[in-house]
């Protein structure tokens, strides 16, 4: 099956991008490695969590989607993302997480969200507290 990778939701009310690195001891390729889940020379290439019916407090779990790809003949993953052609072949790892868990796969985490993203990239000039 072929699919444009990127974030959606039922409206779209908000759109952003997100940033994250990975944690220091176990990130997400040793989670998946520690887990069973991949073997030595797959690769996590791409991440999406979707938590929904979310009707004013949080249940867990959040789904999480890991794609996963060797790097065949490429040095790293970027240049393999480079020299493949699309579709980028992919095995796709779906799993059920505690936010939490979810969370502890990365050192940082930023998401950035606006009104049908509009704001994403614009120059702002902040005041308040």
């Known amino acids: 099956m072929e699919e444009n990778f990127h974030a959606s939701v039922q409206y779209n009310d908000l759109k952003g991008s997100s940033a994250a690195d990975d944690a220091d001891m176990v990130d997400a390729a040793k989670f998946l490695m520690q887990n069973g889940h991949i073997t030595e020379g797959e690769y996590v290439i791409g991440i999406s969590m979707w938590a929904g019916e ?65 704001v994403e990239g614009r120059t702002l000039q902040v005041s308040g507290t």
Not at 77 to 96: F, G, Q, T
């Open 54 to 118: 979310n009707h004013g407090s949080h249940r867990d779990p959040v789904s999480v989607r890991f794609l996963v790809s060797p790097l065949d003949d490429a040095d790293n993953i970027p240049d393999m993302i480079r020299s493949a052609s699309d579709p980028l072949k992919v095995k796709e790892i779906r799993l059920d997480m505690n936010l939490v868990d979810f969370f502890a796969l990365f050192k940082r985490f930023e998401v950035t969200l606006s009104n049908g993203g509009l």
